[in-house]
């Protein structure tokens, strides 16, 4: 059973409008989450990180929002761009010593 | 400087072969870890290394022997493989396991 989901395998936006990535979570054992992106042929790239005690984080263009009593989490990214394209896998940790467990990805498309 | 390096870039190998891939990192992390993904899947764990001892180990088979042999280094000993076993295969390093994890540029095994 998944314990990370990322129900939507694929997005697109247009330049310069808000991209919204979902991520939902079972095990509100997780104390940390990630999220990573990743190009065709590249190891993933870490983007921004929150732990269980924010509801939100912020670096640059990239928020993530974090609601626990919903088990949700998302990444905005302010204003797209095309280089963005890429896939967006979400991330969990259920506490210090335990591996990450990542959702399935999504697929974000940003038309210029 | 948040690299992580992995060699070879690409590996063909028979199944009778034995191989080895190598993963570096100069960041003083203290936690390195190996990870297998297949086509269009999230990246899945097989060890987790810390402090140069192996401590989590996903029930990976035997063909897979990791090996630590300092903090930087960390190798994937690979020895009669199945065809099965084509994915690339990520090396990820970390502070400690508790923070963000840092991947390289993955080997892409093919096993004929």
């Known amino acids: 059973d998944q314990q990370v989901k990322q129900n939507s395998p694929s997005l697109s936006v247009q330049e310069g409008r808000i991209s919204i990535l979902n991520c939902d979570y079972t095990?509100?054992?997780?104390?940390?989450f990630l999220w990573y992106k990743k190009y065709p042929a590249e190891g993933p790239t870490f983007l921004i990180s929150?732990?269980?005690?924010?509801d939100k984080n912020e670096d640059g263009r990239f928020t993530v929002f974090l609601n626990k009593s919903a088990k949700h989490l998302s990444l905005h990214i302010v204003p797209s761009q095309p280089g963005d394209s890429a896939v967006y896998f979400c991330?969990?940790?259920?506490?210090?010593?335990?591996?990450?467990?990542f959702g399935k990805g999504t697929t974000l498309s940003v038309s210029s | 400087d948040t690299e992580v390096t992995q060699t070879p870039k690409h590996l063909v190998m028979g199944m009778t072969n034995k191989k080895s891939l190598k993963c570096e990192q100069h960041?003083?992390?203290?936690?390195m870890y190996w990870y297998k993904q297949k086509a269009k899947k999230p990246p899945e764990l097989m060890f987790v290394?810390?402090?140069?001892?192996?401590?989590i180990n996903e029930s990976v088979p035997s063909r897979f022997s990791p090996e630590c042999p300092n903090s930087s280094l960390l190798n994937l000993h690979l020895h009669a493989l199945q065809p099965e076993d084509s994915a690339l295969y990520l090396c990820?390093?970390?502070?400690?396991?508790?923070?963000?994890?840092?991947f390289g540029p993955g080997t892409r095994l093919t096993v004929t």
């Open positions: 095990n509100s054992m997780f104390d940390y």
């Open positions: 929150i732990s269980s005690i924010k």
């Open positions: 991330a969990a940790r259920g506490g210090a010593g335990t591996a990450l467990i």
């Open positions: 990820a390093s970390s502070q400690g396991l508790a923070t963000e994890q840092y």
């Open positions: 960041m003083g992390h203290r936690a």
């Open positions: 290394y810390s402090y140069e001892k192996l401590s």
